[in-house]
C-alpha cells in the first residue's frame, strides 16, 4: 500500500483497525523473558491482563528485568535452562520467545 500523503486526511470510510490479538489468551510461557526483548513481552502481557509464566536461566538476563512485575497478578519467574524439559503446571495458551538463544536451545 502507498504511504499516505501526510497533508491529506483519509476518510473514515477508507480507516482500517489493525488487526487485534485474540482476547482467548490467558496464560504465555515466555521463554526468555529475562532478557531484553522477554521482558518487554512480559510487561506487555501482564499489561494485558495475560498471565506470564517467564522461564530464564539468567544466563545474560536478569530478574531486575522483571523487578517491576514481581507481585503482579499471574506473573511467574521461573529459573530454568529451557533445553531441558520444564514441565509447567496448568494450561498454557501461547509461547512467547523472548530473545537470543532462549527459544532455539542455545543459549548466547
Ligand atoms: N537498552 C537497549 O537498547 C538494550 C539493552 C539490552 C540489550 N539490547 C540489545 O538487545 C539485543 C539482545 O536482547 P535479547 O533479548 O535478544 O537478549 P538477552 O540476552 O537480553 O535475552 C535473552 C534471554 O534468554 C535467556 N536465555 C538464553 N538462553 C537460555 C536458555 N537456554 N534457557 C533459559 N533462558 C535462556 C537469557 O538469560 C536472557 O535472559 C542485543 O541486540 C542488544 O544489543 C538493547
Known amino acids: 500500500m502507498a504511504a499516505a500523503d501526510p497533508g491529506t486526511a483519509l476518510p473514515a470510510?477508507?480507516?482500517?483497525?489493525?488487526?487485534?490479538p485474540t482476547r482467548d489468551?490467558?496464560?504465555?510461557?515466555?521463554?526468555g523473558g529475562a532478557g531484553f526483548l522477554g521482558s518487554h513481552l512480559c510487561t506487555r502481557l501482564v499489561a494485558e491482563g495475560v498471565d506470564v509464566v517467564c522461564l530464564d536461566n539468567l544466563l545474560t538476563g536478569s530478574a531486575a528485568n522483571v523487578g517491576?512485575?514481581?507481585?503482579?497478578?499471574?506473573?511467574?519467574?521461573?529459573?530454568?535452562?529451557v533445553t531441558d524439559f520444564v514441565h509447567v503446571p496448568g494450561p498454557v495458551?501461547?509461547?512467547?520467545?523472548?530473545?537470543?538463544?532462549?527459544?532455539?536451545?542455545?543459549s548466547s
Request: hydrophobic share 35%; no cysteine; net charge positive.
Open 68 to 81: 517491576h512485575l514481581q507481585g503482579a497478578d499471574g506473573f511467574r519467574v521461573i529459573r530454568r535452562e
Open 25 to 31: 489468551v490467558h496464560r504465555v510461557v515466555v521463554t
Open 93 to 106: 495458551d501461547q509461547f512467547g520467545i523472548g530473545g537470543s538463544g532462549s527459544g532455539t536451545g542455545r
Open 13 to 20: 470510510s477508507h480507516v482500517q483497525a489493525a488487526p487485534r
